[in-house]
T-cell receptor
Framework: GAGVSQSPSNKVTEKGKDVELRCDPI?????LYWYRQSLGQGLEFLIY????????KSGLPSDRFSAERTGGSVSTLTIQRTQQEDSAVYLC???????????????FGPGTRLTVT | QQQVKQSPQSLIVQKGGISIINCAYENTAFDYFPWYQQFPGKGPALLIAIRPDVSEKKEGRFTISFNKSAKQFSLHIMDSQPGDSATYFC????????????FGTGTKLQVIP
């Protein structure tokens, strides 16, 4: 079946411009995550959506970052007034909802490589 | 307290050798420890995972060793192959809540023929 897809795969933008990154999760996965991966760094948690619950935005680095998830499916990560330090690979992952002690695998998309010039 | 420390940052192993990557955590509430494998241009993919009620888990050439008292766990890749060359991330989460996974900083493994 289809995995997690992300678009665009690469994005080059000028400093100060806004960008939108899209994530299409696996059908039926109600949990959706955004991560940022800087060169040589680990995965930095940004935001988590679970069904109709309020998202966990605790990982967003500044108020220039926002994300929404429409209809419990597609998600868009928006970065306003981009800065050079925003350059990174932005990864989206989805999973089945947690249930008690069951821990479900997160399935990652291929990422969007953002370059801010 | 949410950190997961991973070492080494990079590793070069000869084909057929054993690759060992180590991780340490601080949060005793963590109860699920997955390892992810990432190839260039791809997203990470789950490789193997362990819970702290067992000290070792083996899947093929991949083994996780877990030391609960030391709050450490490690990945061993036996008979390493060039196709294993990738970046490996350890991670930890508390399955009691939703899965906010804390990742290590990654180890870039190169297996040379």
């Amino acid at each position: 079946g289809a995995g997690v897809s992300q678009s665009p795969s690469n994005k080059v933008t000028e400093k100060g411009k806004d960008v939108e990154l899209r994530c299409d999760p696996i059908s039926g996965h109600t949990a959706l995550y955004w991560y940022r991966q800087s060169l040589g760094q680990g995965l930095e948690f940004l935001i988590y959506f679970q069904g109709n619950s309020a998202p966990d935005k605790s990982g967003l680095p500044s108020d220039r970052f926002s994300a929404e998830r429409t209809g419990g499916s597609v998600s868009t990560l928006t970065i306003q007034r981009t800065q050079q330090e925003d350059s990174a690979v932005y990864l989206c992952a989805s999973s089945l909802p947690t249930s008690g002690r069951l821990t479900y695998e997160q399935y990652f998309g291929p990422g969007t490589r953002l370059t801010v010039t | 307290q949410q950190q997961v420390k991973q070492s080494p940052q990079s590793l070069i192993v000869q084909k057929g050798g054993i690759s060992i990557i180590n991780c340490a955590y601080e949060n005793t509430a963590f109860d699920y420890f997955p390892w992810y494998q990432q190839f260039p241009g791809k997203g990470p993919a789950l490789l193997i995972a362990i819970r702290p009620d067992v000290s070792e888990k083996k899947e093929g050439r991949f083994t996780i060793s877990f030391n609960k008292s030391a709050k450490q766990f490690s990945l061993h890749i036996m008979d390493s192959q060039p196709g294993d060359s990738a970046t490996y991330f350890c991670a930890a989460t508390n399955s009691g809540g939703y899965q906010k996974v804390t990742f290590g900083t990654g180890t870039k493994l190169q297996v040379i023929p």
